[in-house]
């Protein structure tokens, strides 16, 4: 029981709560009323006060920005970085990147990309050590010895050794496996000293050989169960090859249904371990189209990032960051005559067709720059004489050559001996640059009474042409290198159709020739060759077997900068992947202050 005395004082207690509590609630209104409700009406003078400062803020801070970005070409400045991927575009088909059966322009370049070869070209056309780390000749120019670099790997993580070399050479010689470098290995044996010392025993001097170094090393330890005779057709050599270049193969892909659509399109991926350091890009790409016309088309529309081997930018899109290289190419472009051709064995009449040209014209006209050529060799070739070259321009005298040798004018100018016209058919390349300069060469002969037949066909009928040698002239393009071995061309053992290659186009048969170039191929000292082509420049000046127009030129075409892509020369196309780990074409801003 709760006595009535708790009850009044528990009472008491509830009312001074309930005064307490009243009291804070009016105190509570006053406050809210005073500090908040009377404020209301300041709180758009207050927002404008806000907005002032948060624009003067962002004002700031652009202001900041701007500066940044005026004063940044002083302190900044745009460099290359690594990343990336490189689209390339060419004409013609991928069939085989094995390097020993690469022959086409994009198998070879694949095979470039995707293999290393003991010797390469540098950007400046010198041969220079690729997996080779030294090679040494002995003193009678017969034994080549190669150290390998011992940091090379094949791209499953396999190191690459002196096996991989032999059995390459070695595969090449095999006639079963019908390589078309063979010719070049017939009699030269191969071994292996060690595991990174290859020697080469050649059956005579021969001092050109290191050139022949430059072909890509397959992998034994995948090749070698292959039987040689299946070697050519096996997966390895388009789905899946492992080299030891600076790109590792990736997939292909075949885009379009008919033949004048197709597209090949085959992806690569830098190599991690390449012994040179890994790709500055990440990918390279090699699409092969099926005309120039495509190529063009294709690179106008911003899916290439280059397009090797045009005629010329006609049908390029100006204004779009373009950069194009003229690349003189150590090479000739000829006027092959068949001395076997009945008219054309007339000494008379290929002196005549010679003083006949007037190459400074063709050359003029050609609309790009190309390099003069006045003999067989190229004037950075070691024996080159200017004054042991073709007779000169002078259609005076080959008119006089022609009367005196019993071909003269008839009715309608063309000249005749014996009841025959003096007419000739002319074979070349369906392509803008042979067909105008086998025009030229037609109007420029007409003049001195020679009725000129040209014909014009795709590369694969020409090939057919030119390994039957089904034509009285061939204007022909040919490769010589760095070196003044031209044995092949002009050596009369090379126009026998025994011969595999048979590239003395003019089918030249001379004893003074055949030993000059035995002689100069066959001696180290640059000055003793130099002797030794002496006869040969002398006996071909007189000979007239063909007319040098030219040293042609390798045109590329690139969007934007390529950083590390600046040759001067090449012996081959392919040689324009000299340093192609250490191209970039990305570039972002960088402090020179860090």
Do not use: C
């Amino acid at each position: 029981m709760v006595d009535r005395a708790t009850k009044l004082r528990w009472r008491r207690r509830f009312r001074r709560s309930q005064k307490q509590v009243e009291t804070i609630g009016q105190q509570a209104e006053d406050q809210l009323e005073q500090h908040f409700f009377r404020r209301l009406g300041r709180l758009a003078s207050v927002g404008r006060f806000v907005f002032t400062w948060i624009l003067l803020f962002a004002l700031l801070v652009s202001g900041v920005v701007v500066q940044n970005r005026a004063l940044s070409r002083y302190y900044q400045v745009l460099q290359p970085v690594p990343g990336g991927t490189y689209t390339e575009g060419m004409v013609g088909a991928f069939t085989n990147a094995n390097p020993i059966y690469a022959t086409n322009s994009v198998d070879a370049s694949l095979a470039q990309l995707v293999f290393s070869s003991l010797m390469q070209y540098d950007s400046d056309g010198n041969l220079v050590g690729d997996l080779a780390e030294k090679l040494d000749v002995d003193s009678r120019g017969v034994e080549y010895t190669v150290v390998l670099r011992d940091d090379a790997t094949w791209h499953d993580g396999r190191p690459l050794t002196s096996a991989d070399v032999v059995f390459t050479y070695r595969t090449i010689q095999n006639p079963d496996a019908k390589s078309p470098l063979r010719p070049n290995w017939q009699n030269v044996k191969v071994r292996a000293e060690d595991e990174r010392t290859v020697v080469f025993v050649l059956p005579h001097a021969l001092a050109s050989f290191p050139h022949s170094l430059t072909n890509g090393i397959i992998p034994k330890h995948l090749l070698d169960n292959i039987p040689a005779s299946q070697l050519r057709s096996v997966s390895f050599n388009t789905v899946n090859p492992v080299g030891s270049g600076p790109f590792a193969w990736g997939a292909v892909q075949v885009v379009g249904d008919t033949p004048q659509t197709r597209e090949e399109q085959v992806g690569l991926v830098a190599y991690e371990d390449y012994y040179e350091g890994k790709p500055k890009l990440n990918r390279f790409i090699i699409r092969a189209f099926h005309d120039q016309t495509q190529l063009s088309d294709s690179f106008n529309k911003g899916e290439l990032t280059a397009a090797a081997g045009l005629d010329s930018a006609t049908h390029i899109i100006d204004g779009q960051n373009i950069r194009d290289y003229s690349i003189p190419l150590n090479a000739s472009v000829m006027a092959f005559f068949k001395i076997s051709n009945p008219i054309l064995s007339e000494v008379a009449v290929r002196q005549s067709l010679t003083q006949a040209t007037n190459t400074g014209q063709v050359m003029f006209d050609l609309g790009y720059p190309v390099i003069a050529a006045r003999g067989p060799l190229l004037n950075s070739h070691v024996g080159y004489s200017q004054d042991l070259v073709q007779l000169p321009y002078d259609p005076a005298t080959a008119k006089k050559r022609l009367d005196e040798a019993g071909w003269l004018v008839g009715p309608e100018g063309i000249r005749q001996k014996n009841g025959q016209n003096l007419k000739l058919s002319m074979y070349s390349q369906n392509s803008a640059q042979y067909s105008y300069v086998s025009q030229v060469l037609q109007l420029q002969w007409r003049e001195i009474g020679v009725d000129l037949e040209v014909i014009l066909q795709p590369d694969i009928e020409l090939q057919n042409t030119i390994a039957f040698h089904s034509y009285d002239i061939l204007l022909y393009g040919i490769t010589l290198g760095s070196d003044p071995d031209v044995y092949v061309y002009w050596h009369s053992s090379q126009a026998d159709v025994r011969s595999q290659n048979r590239l003395n186009f003019s089918e030249l048969n001379s004893d003074a020739i055949d030993a000059a170039l035995e002689a100069g191929r066959s001696r180290l000292d640059d000055n003793l060759r130099a002797a030794k082509y002496e006869p040969f420049l002398q006996a071909w000046r007189n000979e007239a077997p063909a007319i040098v127009l030219y040293q042609p030129r390798y045109f590329y075409i690139t969007r934007g900068v390529v950083h590390g892509f600046n040759p001067t020369a090449f012996n081959n196309p392919v040689d324009r992947f000299a340093n192609v780990n250490n191209w970039m074409i990305r570039e972002e801003k960088v402090d020179i202050y860090q």
